[in-house]
């Protein structure tokens, strides 16, 4: 058998991996400045995670949702702390579409609504509704499309209004990324995100906010909204959540009633993905890495706004767009090739995409600086 052939792939077979350090089958060492898509917030292989992992491992490592599993209580407890979303409750699942898949319909059934109202340049996912509200007509097939999505405008004031005006008593729940990562990192105006909540309060609507990349830290916040004192009806996270390991969750304010059946899922919630969910809350905690990741951010963006071929910087934290005044792709392939550096593209193609482990050091970062410079020179 063959595998389904999705993935346009690089050459590079990576088989080791330590903190910002990837090594392939031939020995070669590369620095992992993009995190397989800003997954790896801790790093890769650290060693508390390895730990509680391997002791899970040897405890239990999965029974389904139909028994008490007090991991899921721990990681509860631990995320509602460190994000400051003590009173809210968790639904675990296993990806960040699925987180999103929840939320559209625990909204839905909440208020009896169905249209969804999403943002362009958005990406929230592959699943049936996730993708519905993803603004990316090539991954939209004919079985997920219906005029119950409707599209406005990023930052725009106005067009939300007067959507909100024509179909607000219908608008079951408005979906918006923290941060737009894979658009080109977009970041949403204060004004924006508080029009958002005000028309969801006025339409009894629910606001869920997507920090399914944006959070976890990235942007030097626990969730990028927080930023702005926002509070959204439900949160979604993934990627950075498990540092590697499979496992999304919602975080759902408390009006949202919850029943029995009323949401489920296999895997959602094991053993061992709440062990790796908990050791990342614990590293997180303990190395203090959203100060990390405001300081490394600011520092990268200090170290190359001067450099030449670099239109702007779009940044919060270590979640760092790098705008060039041409395509990036080239840019991209030499700092892998020729300087052994991961970076990521977007859908913009002339932004580069920056998403290192939130405890990279200072060293690390002058090595991707010093490429990214002898890289941009040579244009
Ligand atoms: C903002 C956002 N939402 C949702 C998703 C989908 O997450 P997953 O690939 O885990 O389903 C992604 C993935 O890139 C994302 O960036």
Same mark, same amino acid.
């Given at each position: ?222 969730? $990028? ?5 926002? =509070?959204? @009806?439900?949160? !979604?996270? &993934?990627?950075? *959540? +498990? %540092? ?34 908990? $050791? ?5 905690? =303990?190395? @203090?890495?959203? !100060?990390? &990741?405001?300081? *490394? +951010? %600011? ?81």
């Amino acid at each position: 058998m063959n595998l389904f052939n999705v993935y346009p792939l690089f050459n590079i077979n990576p088989v080791k991996a330590q903190g910002s350090f990837l090594w392939d089958d031939k020995g070669e060492k590369y620095l992992d400045f993009y995190g397989g898509h800003a997954v790896i917030s801790i790093g890769h292989n650290h060693p508390h995670y390895q730990t509680q992992l391997k002791e899970q491992l040897e405890k239990i490592s999965f029974y389904s949702n139909s028994v008490e599993n007090e991991l899921q209580t721990e990681l509860a407890e631990k995320l509602g702390k460190l994000s400051g979303y003590e009173d809210y409750n968790l639904f675990l699942c296993n990806s960040g579409a699925e987180a999103n898949e929840n939320a559209l319909k625990l909204a839905s059934f909440h208020n009896g609504k169905s249209k969804v109202l999403y943002f362009s340049g958005s990406f929230h996912g592959r699943t049936s509704a996730a993708v519905s509200v993803t603004d990316n007509p090539k991954i939209v097939a004919p079985v997920n499309f219906s005029e119950r999505f409707i599209k406005s405008d990023w930052n725009n004031i106005r067009q939300l209004e007067e959507i909100f005006e024509i179909q607000g008593n219908e608008i079951s729940s408005v979906i918006i990324e923290g941060i737009q990562g894979v658009s080109g990192i977009m970041i949403p105006t204060f004004e924006f995100l508080s029009k958002i909540k005000e028309l969801c309060e006025k339409y009894d609507a629910a606001l869920i906010l997507d920090e399914v990349q944006s959070g976890y830290g990235r942007s030097g916040y626990f969730f $990028a909204h927080q930023e702005f004192g926002i =509070e959204p @009806d439900m949160i !979604t996270t &993934a990627k950075g *959540m +498990g %540092n590697g390991f499979p496992i999304g969750g919602v975080l759902i304010h408390p009006k949202f009633q919850a029943s029995n059946g009323l949401l489920g899922t296999t895997f959602g919630g094991n053993h061992l993905a709440c062990a790796a969910a908990i $050791a990342v809350l614990d590293v997180m905690k =303990e190395e @203090d890495l959203m !100060t990390n &990741a405001q300081k *490394m +951010g %600011n520092y990268i963006e200090n170290e190359i706004k001067d450099f030449p071929h670099i239109k702007s910087i779009r940044r919060k934290g270590l979640m760092i767009g790098v705008e060039l005044d041409q395509d990036c792709a080239e840019v991209r392939k030499s700092l892998l090739y020729d300087h052994h550096i991961f970076t990521g593209n977007s859908n913009d193609k002339s932004v580069l995409r920056i998403l290192p482990a939130l405890n990279i050091s200072k060293e690390e970062t002058d090595l991707f600086v010093g490429a990214l410079k002898t890289v941009l020179d040579k244009i």
